[in-house]
Every structure is written in C-alpha cells, then in structure tokens.
C-alpha cells in the first residue's frame, strides 16, 4: 500500500511540474495570435519544405492543414524529422512544443513559435508518382512527329533552295 501512495504522488507531482502546453491550430495562432503571444503551446501538422540549419538552431515549416507555421528550433530537434513534405515526399508529422510569438524581436518580427521539443507522431514516406502509360505513348508519338517534321524541314530547304 505504501509503495502504491508513494507511486501515486510522484506521478500527480512530475504532472504537474511538467509545463502546460495547448494544442492550437494555425487558424487559431493566427487569428488570436495576441492571445497566445508569449504563451507555452503545442502545435500538430507536416513538416514541409527544407530544414534550414543556422548554427545550433534552425528553421522548419509546420502546416497543420491550414496554414503554415515557422518553427525555430535545436538542431538536435530538427534533426528528429526524417522527411519533410514536397512533390517527392509526405512529411513527418510533428508535435511541436514551445513558446509562441506573435511579433517575434529575435526574428525581424516575425510570428513564430520557438521549440522546446519536437516529437516525430507519424513518420513521413517517399511518394510514387506511376507513370501514365497513355501519356507515354502519347509524348513518344508526339516527339517522333517533331523530328520527322524538323528533318522534312531541313531536307526541303537543303534541296529546293539550291534549286532556286
């Protein structure tokens, strides 16, 4: 019984010690943005686009679906996210956690959110993009037509314009 109460107290304790974080969307960063300004979130979505490193912080982009969201972060954070989304991939989804800023003076006033931790939630993969066999044969149909007609061309104006 002892060991079940002391158990119990350093859970309820580490709980509430741990800092509180909101989940917010982009919509609501934005919209309320004073209202979060300065405030510990959490904030869900894809990382996109390139993982910018600038020393020992850097920069990844986090769309939630609805808008985008600068993340400015450890590398060591970063260095979590295996996959950011473009043509080629679906990115990580990542739960950022950190400090919000609507206006933020370290980077030229710029509504950011600066990371405590990010964790990898869903983790991204490489899209495949099928060729569409019709289009194929299409553009092989097409390209033989452009040569035959460049060559056609270019014998006319060899031969009928010596003759003139």
């Known amino acids: 019984m002892r060991k079940a109460t ?6 309820i304790i580490s709980f ?24 510990r979130i ?5 990382a996109i686009g390139d993982i910018m490193e600038r020393g020992e912080y850097g920069w990844v ?7 985008a969201i ?22 990580d989804t990542v739960l950022v956690e950190g400090i919000f800023n609507q206006a933020c003076s370290e980077h030229a006033g710029e509504l950011d959110i600066h990371a405590e931790s990010i964790t ?14 019709r289009k194929a044969i299409a553009a092989a149909i097409l390209l033989s037509m452009a040569i035959t007609l460049l060559l056609a061309n ?3 104006k060899k031969h009928f314009t010596a003759a003139s």
């Open 6 to 11: 002391v158990l119990l107290i350093v859970i």
């Open 16 to 39: 509430l010690a741990s800092p509180a974080y909101a989940l917010v969307s982009s919509t609501e960063l934005i919209e309320d943005s004073k209202k979060y300004d300065g405030k």
């Open 42 to 46: 959490s904030f869900q979505g894809e």
């Open 61 to 67: 982009n986090v769309h939630d679906g609805g808008d």
């Open 70 to 91: 600068g993340v400015w972060a450890p590398v060591a954070e970063l260095r979590k996210i295996k996959f950011a989304g473009d043509y080629n991939h679906i990115g």
């Open 120 to 133: 990898v939630v869903v983790a991204g993969s490489q899209v495949e993009h099928p060729i569409d066999r």
């Open 154 to 156: 270019r014998y006319q």
